[in-house]
Protein backbone atom coordinates (compact mmCIF):
# COMPACT_ATOMS: atom_id res chain seq x y z
CA UNK A 1 0.00 0.00 0.00
CA UNK A 2 1.31 3.36 -0.24
CA UNK A 3 1.86 5.62 2.28
CA UNK A 4 1.35 9.21 2.27
CA UNK A 5 2.53 10.65 -0.78
CA UNK A 6 3.86 14.45 -0.81
CA UNK A 7 4.83 16.87 -3.55
CA UNK A 8 7.75 18.35 -4.16
CA UNK A 9 9.68 16.74 -1.67
CA UNK A 10 11.92 19.81 -2.07
CA UNK A 11 11.44 23.24 -3.01
CA UNK A 12 13.46 26.12 -3.18
CA UNK A 13 11.87 29.90 -4.30
CA UNK A 14 12.25 33.76 -3.80
CA UNK A 15 10.86 35.35 -1.41
CA UNK A 16 7.86 37.28 -2.89
CA UNK A 17 6.85 33.70 -4.77
CA UNK A 18 3.85 31.81 -4.55
CA UNK A 19 4.75 27.85 -3.43
CA UNK A 20 2.14 25.29 -3.11
CA UNK A 21 2.79 22.16 -1.52
CA UNK A 22 0.98 18.96 -2.31
CA UNK A 23 -0.78 15.73 -0.37
CA UNK A 24 -2.19 12.89 -1.00
CA UNK A 25 -3.47 10.97 2.10
CA UNK A 26 -3.46 6.83 2.38
CA UNK A 27 -6.54 5.53 0.38
CA UNK A 28 -9.97 5.14 2.42
CA UNK A 29 -8.43 7.56 5.15
CA UNK A 30 -10.99 10.48 6.30
CA UNK A 31 -8.80 12.89 8.12
CA UNK A 32 -6.09 14.72 7.32
CA UNK A 33 -3.28 17.17 8.52
CA UNK A 34 -0.87 19.80 7.75
CA UNK A 35 1.98 20.16 10.15
CA UNK A 36 5.36 22.25 10.35
CA UNK A 37 8.41 21.30 11.54
CA UNK A 38 11.59 24.14 12.36
CA UNK A 39 14.41 23.41 14.91
CA UNK A 40 12.99 26.93 16.91
CA UNK A 41 9.24 25.78 17.09
CA UNK A 42 9.41 21.80 16.97
CA UNK A 43 6.75 19.99 15.05
CA UNK A 44 3.69 22.56 14.96
CA UNK A 45 0.06 21.63 13.58
CA UNK A 46 -1.18 24.32 10.69
CA UNK A 47 -4.75 22.88 10.19
CA UNK A 48 -6.96 19.29 9.89
CA UNK A 49 -9.50 18.60 7.51
CA UNK A 50 -12.32 15.42 8.25
CA UNK A 51 -13.58 14.16 5.10
CA UNK A 52 -12.76 17.14 3.21
CA UNK A 53 -14.13 19.95 5.66
CA UNK A 54 -11.66 21.95 7.55
CA UNK A 55 -11.66 21.42 11.26
CA UNK A 56 -9.41 23.41 13.20
CA UNK A 57 -7.08 26.29 11.19
CA UNK A 58 -5.63 27.58 14.50
CA UNK A 59 -2.37 26.96 13.59
CA UNK A 60 -1.84 28.26 10.57
CA UNK A 61 0.51 31.63 11.00
CA UNK A 62 -0.92 33.93 8.44
CA UNK A 63 -3.28 35.02 6.26
CA UNK A 64 -0.48 33.94 3.78
CA UNK A 65 -1.17 30.75 4.53
CA UNK A 66 -4.37 28.64 2.99
CA UNK A 67 -4.87 24.93 2.71
CA UNK A 68 -7.45 23.23 0.71
CA UNK A 69 -9.01 19.75 0.37
CA UNK A 70 -11.22 19.47 -3.01
CA UNK A 71 -11.88 15.92 -2.62
CA UNK A 72 -10.95 12.73 -0.10
CA UNK A 73 -7.34 12.20 -2.50
CA UNK A 74 -6.19 15.69 -2.74
CA UNK A 75 -5.22 18.36 -1.13
CA UNK A 76 -3.17 21.65 -0.98
CA UNK A 77 -0.59 23.99 1.21
CA UNK A 78 -0.73 27.61 -0.56
CA UNK A 79 2.09 30.07 1.26
CA UNK A 80 1.57 33.64 -0.82
CA UNK A 81 3.73 35.49 -0.58
CA UNK A 82 6.64 33.68 0.95
CA UNK A 83 8.92 34.61 3.10
CA UNK A 84 12.03 33.41 4.49
CA UNK A 85 10.75 32.84 7.84
CA UNK A 86 8.43 30.38 6.16
CA UNK A 87 11.44 27.55 5.70
CA UNK A 88 10.53 24.95 7.22
CA UNK A 89 9.96 20.85 6.16
CA UNK A 90 6.09 20.61 5.68
CA UNK A 91 4.69 17.09 7.02
CA UNK A 92 1.50 15.80 5.67
CA UNK A 93 -0.46 13.15 7.34
CA UNK A 94 -3.53 11.24 7.26
CA UNK A 95 -5.85 8.97 9.36
CA UNK A 96 -9.12 6.87 9.49
CA UNK A 97 -11.31 8.36 12.19
CA UNK A 98 -13.27 5.57 13.46
CA UNK A 99 -15.18 5.86 16.24
CA UNK A 100 -13.83 3.56 19.48
CA UNK A 101 -10.55 3.02 17.47
CA UNK A 102 -6.99 4.79 17.95
CA UNK A 103 -6.62 7.28 15.11
CA UNK A 104 -2.95 6.80 13.96
CA UNK A 105 -1.85 9.35 11.70
CA UNK A 106 0.57 8.30 9.40
CA UNK A 107 3.02 10.87 7.93
CA UNK A 108 4.13 11.63 4.64
CA UNK A 109 8.31 12.05 3.78
CA UNK A 110 7.39 15.87 3.96
CA UNK A 111 8.37 19.22 1.86
CA UNK A 112 11.54 20.88 2.61
CA UNK A 113 10.71 24.36 1.61
CA UNK A 114 13.83 26.55 1.64
CA UNK A 115 12.64 30.80 0.81
CA UNK A 116 15.51 32.97 -0.31
CA UNK B 1 -1.92 27.56 25.07
CA UNK B 2 -1.10 23.57 25.02
CA UNK B 3 2.29 22.82 25.85
CA UNK B 4 4.33 20.15 25.62
CA UNK B 5 7.19 19.80 27.70
CA UNK B 6 10.66 17.60 26.89
CA UNK B 7 13.83 17.52 27.83
CA UNK B 8 15.77 17.95 24.22
CA UNK B 9 19.18 15.88 25.50
CA UNK B 10 21.01 14.15 23.83
CA UNK B 11 20.51 11.56 26.30
CA UNK B 12 23.20 9.11 25.93
CA UNK B 13 22.87 5.49 27.24
CA UNK B 14 24.84 2.17 26.78
CA UNK B 15 23.50 -0.45 24.70
CA UNK B 16 21.68 -3.00 26.63
CA UNK B 17 20.29 -0.72 28.93
CA UNK B 18 17.24 0.84 29.76
CA UNK B 19 16.37 4.33 28.23
CA UNK B 20 14.02 6.82 30.37
CA UNK B 21 12.26 9.83 28.02
CA UNK B 22 9.97 12.15 30.07
CA UNK B 23 7.42 14.66 28.81
CA UNK B 24 5.20 17.13 30.73
CA UNK B 25 2.14 18.77 29.28
CA UNK B 26 -0.10 21.52 30.10
CA UNK B 27 -3.95 20.95 29.01
CA UNK B 28 -5.78 19.56 31.71
CA UNK B 29 -8.12 17.93 29.11
CA UNK B 30 -5.83 16.42 27.07
CA UNK B 31 -6.94 12.75 26.23
CA UNK B 32 -4.80 10.57 24.14
CA UNK B 33 -1.03 11.04 24.92
CA UNK B 34 1.47 9.08 21.72
CA UNK B 35 5.58 9.00 21.20
CA UNK B 36 6.79 9.14 17.85
CA UNK B 37 9.94 8.48 17.23
CA UNK B 38 11.60 10.74 14.00
CA UNK B 39 15.23 9.43 12.41
CA UNK B 40 17.35 12.35 11.19
CA UNK B 41 15.47 13.61 7.87
CA UNK B 42 12.93 11.31 8.09
CA UNK B 43 8.82 11.47 8.93
CA UNK B 44 7.51 10.78 12.30
CA UNK B 45 6.38 7.21 13.08
CA UNK B 46 4.15 6.49 15.98
CA UNK B 47 5.78 4.02 18.47
CA UNK B 48 2.53 3.80 21.24
CA UNK B 49 -0.12 5.51 22.28
CA UNK B 50 -1.85 5.55 26.37
CA UNK B 51 -5.49 6.43 27.16
CA UNK B 52 -5.10 5.50 31.05
CA UNK B 53 -2.84 6.21 33.84
CA UNK B 54 -0.38 3.40 34.70
CA UNK B 55 1.68 1.26 32.39
CA UNK B 56 1.40 -0.12 28.62
CA UNK B 57 3.98 -2.42 27.16
CA UNK B 58 4.46 -3.07 23.81
CA UNK B 59 7.48 -5.69 23.13
CA UNK B 60 10.58 -3.53 24.46
CA UNK B 61 8.56 0.03 25.43
CA UNK B 62 6.50 0.82 27.78
CA UNK B 63 4.77 3.95 28.61
CA UNK B 64 3.86 5.52 31.42
CA UNK B 65 1.03 8.18 32.23
CA UNK B 66 0.10 10.12 35.14
CA UNK B 67 -2.73 12.63 34.25
CA UNK B 68 -2.47 13.59 38.14
CA UNK B 69 0.88 15.25 37.86
CA UNK B 70 0.31 15.91 33.66
CA UNK B 71 3.16 13.85 33.06
CA UNK B 72 4.23 10.85 30.25
CA UNK B 73 7.11 8.59 29.68
CA UNK B 74 9.00 6.21 27.83
CA UNK B 75 11.00 3.31 28.84
CA UNK B 76 12.93 1.66 25.98
CA UNK B 77 14.29 -1.80 27.38
CA UNK B 78 17.60 -3.69 25.72
CA UNK B 79 18.22 -0.65 24.10
CA UNK B 80 19.96 -0.97 20.80
CA UNK B 81 21.95 1.29 18.20
CA UNK B 82 19.10 1.21 15.76
CA UNK B 83 16.87 3.42 18.67
CA UNK B 84 19.60 5.97 18.47
CA UNK B 85 16.55 8.83 16.89
CA UNK B 86 14.63 11.78 18.28
CA UNK B 87 11.59 10.36 19.98
CA UNK B 88 8.85 13.59 19.99
CA UNK B 89 5.99 13.48 22.72
CA UNK B 90 2.38 14.33 21.26
CA UNK B 91 -0.74 14.70 23.09
CA UNK B 92 -4.37 15.47 21.84
CA UNK B 93 -7.74 16.49 23.29
CA UNK B 94 -9.42 14.26 21.03
CA UNK B 95 -10.31 10.67 21.92
CA UNK B 96 -8.21 8.38 20.13
CA UNK B 97 -5.86 11.21 18.40
CA UNK B 98 -8.76 12.50 16.00
CA UNK B 99 -8.07 15.44 16.56
CA UNK B 100 -4.43 17.23 15.63
CA UNK B 101 -1.92 16.90 17.96
CA UNK B 102 0.50 19.23 19.50
CA UNK B 103 4.05 17.90 19.93
CA UNK B 104 6.58 18.44 22.21
CA UNK B 105 10.18 19.32 20.36
CA UNK B 106 11.44 15.88 21.03
CA UNK B 107 14.46 14.31 22.68
CA UNK B 108 17.66 13.09 20.96
CA UNK B 109 18.37 9.61 21.96
CA UNK B 110 21.59 8.22 21.38
CA UNK B 111 22.54 4.33 22.35
CA UNK B 112 26.17 3.99 22.36
CA UNK B 113 27.65 0.92 21.34
Known amino acids: DAGVIQSPRHEVTEMGQEVTLRCKPI?????LFWYRQTMMRGLELLIY????????DSGMPEDRFSAKMPNASFSTLKIQPSEPRDSAVYFC??????????????FGPGTRLTVL | QKEVEQNSGPLSVPEGAIASLNCTYS??????FFWYRQYSGKSPELIMF????GDKEDGRFTAQLNKASQYVSLLIRDSQPSDSATYLC?????????????FGKGTHLIIQP
Open chain 2, 50 to 53: IYSN
Open chain 1, 93 to 106: ASSLRKTGNTDTQY
Open chain 1, 49 to 56: FNNNVPID
Open chain 2, 90 to 102: AVSQGGGGADGLT
Open chain 1, 27 to 31: SGHNS
Open chain 2, 27 to 32: DRGSQS
